[in-house]
């Protein structure tokens, strides 16, 4: 199994470049770079037709010029338009003008981009003809602010043309460490150079990257740069999912309780409770908050349904707390349970309005590194005393506060999940796609990380694998034809088990569940 795809943050990268410009010229290294983007255009790029390359005023527009250069060189039809002043450019992307213009690669200076108020928006010139794709250099790690004044409109028209359009290292107008974009090159595809970025998969980094693609340009980590930051890959907690002897029994697989289901929504607790069956919990109890719980579930009778009251809680190995639960006075309770010096002995997922309740605790309750919580953008702000925009403006930053103030490890939900450690590791999954945007994946991803908990997975290997197998779970029923519009939550569990079943066969050579 591989290991894991370390992400960079923008200070790291200029690192490892600043470490690679001791031992040779930093135009070797643009080389390098505009060398790989040549051979992934050569590859990705349809053929027949102009690329055209849009070089900016940095050294992202260098990485540009000589790709360019370079296909220029091989045969491919290419134009530049390079949308600066060519006696502005930093040196290496000089270096590289020069370079294209003695090859004669076919170019034109545009006006450079600036904010001009009160002027008529800039109108980029006729696309060339049989244009095949759009090569974005304009703006890279660079990117100092958001993207103003004409830049915006460049962007849209591009954006606008009916051609895929790759990116080199990141599109331009993304933020490489917290994918935020005001206005961003819509990609088909990225290659990212050195290493990858944070920005790329999280927020609206996947909307705005397509496929990533990553070239290390050869350059190696100088010391006192590590990775702070991982891909949530299996191999991240493949070596922790349980195994599965013969000589067992569901006592070896964990007690799991589910509470919540207040009046009127009893199915959130059941939707998590179904996704911890066939994520293999031995024994998975449901207890409800309301005063009429259904006597069983018809469509799964092995689960255990009861009132919440009548939970035994010591013999249970983990609880999830939220589904359903309502911030009703039967709910303050279980939350109460948590506090320092009451003993317990189950792993907590907190999800929900148990997140709701936690964020409203006078004293926060006892929680440690093995519990899990798993708000969404809004009750992470809750619990942040912040606001969406905060949260969603650096997700990273805002799961890392979250796994400090709270001393358990953190699950900020949405499109590219942040997963946090209160040691300071983090993670982001890649796995997922925007069929999960319907009212109860989140129940389902609550019972499954506690199917892994009640299974003794530790609380950072079971959030990442649950998380990433929830994901995962969605892209395969999305490939099958299901979605994207759609997908219902309870779709979820039996593809989850499927692909957790592929994954312990590729990680033991033999079937887990
Ligand atoms: N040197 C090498 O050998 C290697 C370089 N590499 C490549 O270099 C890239 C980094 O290059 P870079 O540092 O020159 O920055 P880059 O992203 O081109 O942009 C800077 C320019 O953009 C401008 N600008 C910024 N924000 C803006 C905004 N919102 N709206 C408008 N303008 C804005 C900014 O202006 P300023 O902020 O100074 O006013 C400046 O002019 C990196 O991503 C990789 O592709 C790698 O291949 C490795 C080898
Ligand atoms: N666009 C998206 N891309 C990837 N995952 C998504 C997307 N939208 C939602 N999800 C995932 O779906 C789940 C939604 O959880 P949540 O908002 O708590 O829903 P609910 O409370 O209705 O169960 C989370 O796991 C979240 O990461
Ligand atoms: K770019």
């Known amino acids: 199994m591989d290991t894991p795809t370390p992400l960079y943050l923008t200070r790291q990268i200029r690192a490892i470049e600043a470490a690679a410009f001791q031992r040779e010229p930093s135009y070797a290294v643009m080389t390098r770079a505009g060398r790989a983007a040549a051979r992934w255009l050569d590859g990705v790029a349809p053929g027949g037709g102009t690329l055209l390359f849009v070089a900016g005023p940095g050294n992202n527009g260098g990485d540009a010029l000589v790709a360019a250069t370079m296909l220029h060189r091989a ?10 002043p060519p006696e502005r450019l930093p040196a290496d992307a000089s270096q590289a003008w020069h370079d294209a213009c ?28 049989r244009m095949s794709a759009i090569v974005d250099g304009l703006l890279g790690i660079g990117l100092s602010r958001a993207v103003e004044g004409d830049l915006v409109t460049v962007i849209e028209q591009l954006n606008h043309a009916p051609v895929p359009r790759f990116a080199l290292d990141i599109p331009s107008g993304l933020q490489a460490d917290t994918g935020v974009a005001q206005q961003a090159i819509r990609a088909t595809a990225t290659l990212t150079f050195i290493g990858a970025k944070p920005g790329l998969y999280t927020g609206q980094g996947r909307d705005f990257a397509g496929t990533v ?34 000589a067992s029994h569901k006592g070896s697989f964990g007690n799991l309780a589910i509470i919540g289901g207040d009046a009127g929504m009893c199915g959130a607790p059941l939707l998590g409770a179904r996704a911890a069956l066939r994520l293999g919990a031995g024994r998975v109890h449901v207890g409800f908050l309301n005063d009429a719980p259904p006597a069983f579930d018809v469509q799964h009778p092995e689960l255990m349904l009861r009132a919440a009251s009548q939970i035994d809680r010591a013999a249970m190995d983990a609880i999830v707390l939220g589904p359903g639960m309502g911030q009703g006075t039967r709910a303050q309770p279980w ?6 010096g009451t003993p317990r002995t189950a792993r907590h997922v907190l999800d929900a309005d148990a997140l709701n309740l936690l964020a409203q605790a006078r004293t ?31 997700r990273l930053a805002a799961a890392r506060a979250l796994s400090k103030r709270y001393g358990a490890v953190s699950v900020l939900k949405g499109s590219g999940t942040v997963v946090a450690a209160p040691d300071g590791r983090l993670a982001i999954n890649p796995t997922g796609n925007a069929a999960l945007a319907t009212a109860g994946t989140g129940d389902v ?7 892994l908990l009640a299974q003794g997975m530790p609380g950072w290997e079971a959030a990442l694998a649950a998380v990433w ?7 395969r029923l999305v490939a099958q034809g299901a979605g994207m519009a759609g997908l219902a939550a309870g779709d979820l569990a039996c593809a989850a088990r499927a692909v957790y079943r592929e994954l312990v066969e590729l990680m033991q050579g033999s079937p887990g569940l």
């Open 335 to 340: 939350l109460d349970l948590l506090n320092a």
């Open 75 to 84: 045969g491919r039809a290419v134009r530049v338009w390079l949308l600066a």
């Open 469 to 475: 197998l929830h994901g995962a779970a969605a892209d």
């Open 445 to 451: 991803l609550a019972g499954m990380t506690g199917a």
């Open 364 to 394: 926060p309750p006892h929680l440690n590194e093995q519990d899990v919580l798993t708000p969404h953008p809004l009750e992470a702000a809750r619990l942040l005393s912040g606001n969406i925009a905060m949260v969603q403006t650096d």
């Open 213 to 246: 693609s990553t070239d290390d340009l050869g350059l190696p980590l100088p010391d006192g740069v590590t990775a702070e930051i991982m891909l949530n890959e299996p191999a991240c907690f493949a070596h922790a999912l349980p195994a599965r002897l013969h």
């Open 102 to 129: 003695v090859a004669k690669v076919p170019t034109d200076i545009l006006p450079p981009p600036a904010p001009a108020a009160g002027m008529a928006p800039y109108v980029l010139p006729a696309f060339p003809p």
